[in-house]
């Protein structure tokens, strides 16, 4: 009861901290920190401890070394017509956390979807023939398709190459190709 009735006090002093008192943001070595002031064109944060007052700064902080993507197993249809189950996988690193911290609203999501619409882009747009025998030439095909997809990410794509390339089975059972 008591604690019901003076609850609003905690919610006070809590208020009453994060708005008085600096808060403290590390930006790690591996990383690099975007500072958004009320008012102001965000700023890049070199490694380094900052302290900032919450109610007009926020700072995000972004890894920039080698990260792993992928792209789950989705069946598509290629240009002849064959349905294949194909997968990806990639490395990348952001290389300017200004523009893939400003420029999009949730930048992985962003990084994703160009992701998997490089490999719709060139299983759709080729043979099962070209896709299966030229493997090697494929997957810098694919490499370049995601360079090109990611260009206005801020990342830097390091590699691609398909981990599945298949047909798919189950549906040829079902009657589907």
């Known amino acids: 009861m008591i604690d019901q009735a003076l609850g609003w006090v905690g919610d006070l002093v809590r208020a009453l901290r994060e708005g008085l008192l ?85 930048p992985e999501e962003s990084l994703e979807d160009a992701a998997q619409a490089a490999v719709r882009r060139l299983v759709v747009r080729s043979p099962m023939e070209r896709l299966r025998d030229h493997r090697s030439r494929l997957d810098d095909a694919l490499l370049a398709q995601i360079k090109k997809e990611t260009a206005d990410l801020g990342v830097e794509i390091l590699a691609a190459r398909f981990t599945s390339l298949a047909p798919a089975r189950v549906l040829a059972l079902l009657g589907v190709n």
């Open 22 to 106: 600096p808060s403290m943001e590390v930006v790690l070595c591996t990383q690099a920190g975007v500072r958004y002031r009320r008012g102001k064109e965000p700023s890049l944060l070199d490694p380094g401890l900052y302290l900032y007052w919450a109610p007009f700064t926020d700072i995000n902080t972004h890894d920039t070394v080698q990260q792993p993507g992928q792209v789950e197993e989705q069946h598509l249809i290629s240009s002849d017509g064959v349905t294949l189950s194909v997968g990806m996988a990639y490395r990348y690193r952001i290389v300017c956390p200004l523009t893939w911290d400003r420029d999009h609203v949730d």
